[in-house]
């Protein structure tokens, strides 16, 4: 039997999309690892359905229209962007490629985009962050204490990080069946680089009649208030991670928030929540433009970009597709995908008569008979 094969180092010509980074990346990963990347929450309804939610709505193309001095060119929370593929916070990436992070931080300078560090990454942050380069943000969860947070928004801001994702959607781990199939453990090596001193959660008792989870993980979890208070511990932008209904996505705006991330986590939390594309349009038009907005959940194309700016989004976020570049070919694999996957979105503006992201509207989605909308 062969192990996993170790990272390449050049990109073989057949690897031309992030679907197949997807099939490559089953090579150079062990199988539990496997499961943890790949895997969503029971079984896994969201997870096709976010990538399902894509396939099923079409493009409307435009012929003859002039998009000379076209470009994907856009400003977020105060920069300025190439283009609109940020890479969403997804922890351990030692797991991924030895490496780690400090690859997809070098892809993401060298590509123009926003890198969102985990508050589980395994590398220091400061080693990730090149002043006056490009944006890196750091996600944080809510500590059990606020000190704890106080202290990890402290280390993101003298690590020079520009923004900060506070992630609400994942008080509690989910139950991802696959992974616990699989056997997956992290290895004890792999350390939360970034974390204070994990404190042991006070339980509110043990034994019989004692919930999991609302005595001992939910014991402990935030709420709106904590991020009210959050948001008044930094001068940095805070984007709130993991809405999905319109009245959350107002919440967040209420607590001072820079932007929300309409989210399910890659459905890895809660089985049968919608597809975020979905969620989507009633969020767009809650908010009516008061702050950004980032999709993340199922991006894999382009022209998945694109469908999810029609629909409001201001830019997206990818999290499995850059992991799987990451452990085929570390670096280059993560540039190469985002540099494939600003082509094609760049090519959907061209044959859809759009020359800036600002021209994406509704209109050009298919309408017709076919449509799902
Ligand atoms: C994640 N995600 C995540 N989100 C977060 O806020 N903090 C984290 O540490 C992680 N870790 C993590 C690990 C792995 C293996 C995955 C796949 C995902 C969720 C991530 O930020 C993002 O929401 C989803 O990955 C987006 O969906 P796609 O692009 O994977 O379909």
Same mark, same amino acid.
């Given at each position: ?67 000379? +001095? ?11 962007? $190439? ?26 300078? /060298? ?7 985990? @508050? ?15 944006? =890196? ?67 509110? +008792? ?10 001992? $993980? ?21 984007? =709130? ?27 890895? =939390?809660? &089985? ?32 998945? /970009? ?21 452990? =085929?070919?570390? $670096?280059?694999?993560? @540039? ?26 509704? &209109?050009?989605?298919?309408? +017709? ?5």
């Amino acid at each position: 039997m062969t192990g996993p094969l170790p990272p390449l180092t050049s990109i073989p010509r057949d690897l031309v999309s992030a679907g197949d980074y997807a099939r490559r990346a089953q090579d150079h990963l062990p199988p539990a690892t496997l499961a943890y990347l790949e895997g969503g929450a029971g079984d896994e309804i969201t997870l096709r359905e976010n990538t399902a939610a894509f396939s099923a709505l079409k493009l409307a193309p435009r012929q003859l229209v002039d998009v000379k +001095g076209g470009h994907t060119r856009l400003s977020l929370a105060g920069e300025q962007l $190439a283009h609109p593929f940020l890479l969403a916070p997804v922890g351990w990436q030692k797991l991924f490629h030895p490496g780690g992070e400090l690859e997809v931080a070098r892809a993401a300078q /060298a590509m123009d985009t926003v890198f969102a560090v985990s @508050a589980v990454a395994t590398t220091a942050i400061e080693a990730l962050v090149v002043p006056g380069g490009a944006p =890196v943000w750091f996600q944080i969860y809510m500590q059990a204490s606020r000190e704890a947070t106080a202290g990890v928004v402290r280390l993101a801001e003298a690590s020079g990080c520009r923004a900060l994702i506070v992630t609400v959607d994942a008080p509690l781990a989910g139950l991802r069946n696959r992974e616990q199939r699989a056997g997956f453990a992290l290895p004890a090596h792999l350390e939360a680089e970034n974390m204070p001193e994990v404190q042991p959660i006070p339980a509110a +008792g043990e034994g019989a009649g004692v919930s999991r989870v609302f005595d001992q $993980a939910m014991h402990t979890a935030p709420t709106w208030k904590d991020v009210d208070w959050l948001v008044r511990q930094t001068r940095l932008p805070v984007f =709130v991670k993991g809405i999905l209904h319109p009245d959350d996505a107002a919440r967040a705006v209420e607590t001072g928030a820079a932007g929300v991330v309409v989210s399910n986590h890659g459905g890895r =939390v809660l &089985d049968t929540a919608p597809a975020a594309l979905h969620a989507l349009p009633a969020v767009a038009a809650r908010l009516n433009g008061a702050v950004p907005i980032l999709l993340d959940s199922g991006i894999r194309r382009g022209a998945d /970009a694109f469908k999810a700016i029609a629909l409001g989004a201001t830019a997206v976020m990818v999290g499995r597709p850059y992991i799987h570049a990451l452990a =085929v070919a570390g $670096a280059l694999g993560v @540039a190469h995908l985002l540099r494939t996957l600003r082509e094609e979105l760049e090519i959907t503006m061209a044959l859809t008569g759009c020359a800036r992201l600002a021209d994406i509207t509704a &209109d050009h989605l298919w309408r +017709g008979p076919e449509s799902p909308t």
